[in-house]
T-cell receptor, first 113, second 115 residues
Framework: GENVEQHPSTLSVQEGDSAVIKCTYS??????FPWYKQELGKRPQLIID?????GEKKDQRIAVTLNKTAKHFSLHITETQPEDSAVYFC????????????FGAGTRLFVKA | NAGVMQNPRHLVRRRGQEARLRCSPM?????VYWYRQLPEEGLKFMVY????????ESGMPKERFSAEFPKEGPSILRIQQVVRGDSAAYFC?????????????FGQGTRLTVV
């Protein structure tokens, strides 16, 4: 069935450094790739998304890239800040009579001040 | 727009009891999804519903779990005869649907504790 793999599971960086999280997906029909941030005890919230007709998208310190051929997509956070510390989930949609969202296992990001 | 509303926020049940979790999607959204999140783990897809229809329940355990989204009222996730392993956060999300994927908006979640 559909699957989304995410790496690394834990990432620790120094404040100001960059963080990169990588994902792969299995459903070649997936056309929408959102990224969610979940702070402790809170709901997941969308931080950026990319569609399959676009290779890269940037929003301030956050960027996503997509390689459809390789079924890879990545999240890049530059100039990290302590408030970026959270769990980040990549996801891909999958058609099943309508679109559902399948999530990766998550990356716990620690930004050390 | 009040967003996706889930209730209760916290639910404690004894082993063998039933748990009912409710989700009201965002206004204008007709697609509802339920996810389970164990402590320190990811969001595991359970079921996808549209009004009066179950579209995909491939992530639902075969026994004790059921979901509905009636024509009127909230979506309900029902867990019968709860066991300790059912303790988790259950998140509901909604989207407007459409020909391409769109953002799924999450509710605050219901944290179920089975004692």
């Amino acid at each position: 069935g559909e699957n989304v793999e995410q790496h690394p599971s834990t990432l620790s960086v120094q404040e100001g450094d960059s963080a990169v999280i990588k994902c792969t997906y299995s459903d070649s029909a997936s056309n929408y790739f959102p990224w969610y941030k979940q702070e402790l005890g809170k709901r997941p919230q969308l931080i950026i998304d990319i569609r399959s007709n676009v290779g890269e998208k940037k929003d301030q310190r956050i960027a996503v890239t997509l390689n459809k051929t390789a079924k890879h997509f990545s999240l890049h956070i530059t100039e990290t800040q302590p408030e970026d510390s959270a769990v980040y989930f990549c996801a891909a949609n999958s058609y099943t009579g309508g679109f559902k969202t399948i999530f990766g296992a998550g990356t716990r990001l620690f930004v050390k001040a | 727009n009040a967003g996706v509303m889930q209730n209760p926020r916290h639910l404690v049940r004894r082993r063998g009891q039933e748990a009912r979790l409710r989700c009201s999607p965002m206004k204008g959204h007709s697609h509802v999804y339920w996810y389970r999140q164990l402590p320190e783990e990811g969001l595991k897809f359970m079921v996808y519903l549209q009004k009066e229809n179950i579209i995909d329940e491939s992530g639902m355990p075969k026994e004790r779990f059921s979901a509905e989204f009636p024509k009127e009222g909230p979506s309900i996730l029902r867990i019968q005869q709860v066991v300790r392993g059912d303790s988790a956060a259950y998140f509901c999300a909604s989207s407007p649907g459409g020909p391409q994927g769109t953002e799924a908006f999450f509710g605050q979640g219901t944290r179920l504790t089975v004692v």
